[in-house]
């Protein structure tokens, strides 16, 4: 079976892609190898019940996906943005750490991406450039939406401005956001708010280098 076209037909297709994964875990059915069961092993990494009251990275996953099937559509490559959402958290594997009590998965973004390129390279997926470079960006760059609205140190509009995906960001950026437990009508209003600052906010930037190339353009003449 080619796994890879099994799971883009089911996170493009179905309503609730989860289902469709959740029953071939429960089931013995979803391929235990690499690199395939490097998602399957999020099941056994716990997150910080404060910002994941719904449990592991799995099924934080599973309704990342939910969401995001309510809004491929929206995207600019559904098939990319999918397996983004379904690849988002994977950096988590590895960077979970237990620090003063509290889990914590500093870097899960950076990690995230490289172990991203790991996954698509295996399936020589990397010969599609646009999709590779589309997923890999998308996990990168998924943080990105709160450090920018926190302006956290970390934020990073360059990078994210020279991806030209910034419109997608933000939207796996509310499938993060709204794929964990349940929320309030105010909740989900300020996370839709939270997402139209940082589009703001990446446009004031791009508006800003413009006048800055356009001062530089005048000076030289």
């Known amino acids: 079976m080619n796994y890879f076209e099994e799971f883009t037909k089911h996170l493009l297709e179905d309503e609730k892609p989860s289902i469709y994964f959740n029953n071939l875990v429960e089931n013995n059915g979803y391929p235990d190898i690499y690199p395939y069961n490097m998602v399957l092993k999020l099941k056994d990494v716990e997150q910080n019940p404060k910002h994941h009251p719904e449990g592991n990275v799995w099924i934080h996953t599973m309704m990342v ?8 559509d929206r995207s600019k490559e559904p098939k990319g943005f999918m397996w983004a959402a379904f690849l988002h958290d994977i950096g988590k594997l590895t960077t979970t750490k237990l620090r003063r009590g509290y889990l914590t998965a500093y870097d899960h973004d ?16 990397h010969e599609d450039k646009g999709f590779y470079d589309y997923v890999v960006n998308l996990v ?7 450090f920018v609205v926190k302006n956290n140190e970390f934020a990073d509009l360059n990078r994210v401005v020279k991806s030209g995906y910034i419109e997608d960001i933000g939207l796996l950026g509310i499938c993060d956001r709204l794929g964990r437990g349940p929320k ?38």
Request: hydrophobic share 35%; glycine share 2%.
């Open 65 to 72: 996906i939910d969401e995001a099937a309510k809004r491929r």
């Open 110 to 125: 950076k990690v995230g991406a490289r172990m991203t390129e790991e996954f698509l390279t295996h399936l020589k997926l």
């Open 140 to 146: 990168r760059l998924h943080m990105q939406i709160l």
């Open 184 to 221: 309030t009508e105010e909740e989900v209003r300020k996370e839709e708010r939270n997402i139209e600052i940082f589009l703001e906010r990446c446009q004031n930037y791009i508006d800003k280098r413009k006048r800055m190339a356009e001062t530089y353009n005048l000076t030289e003449k």
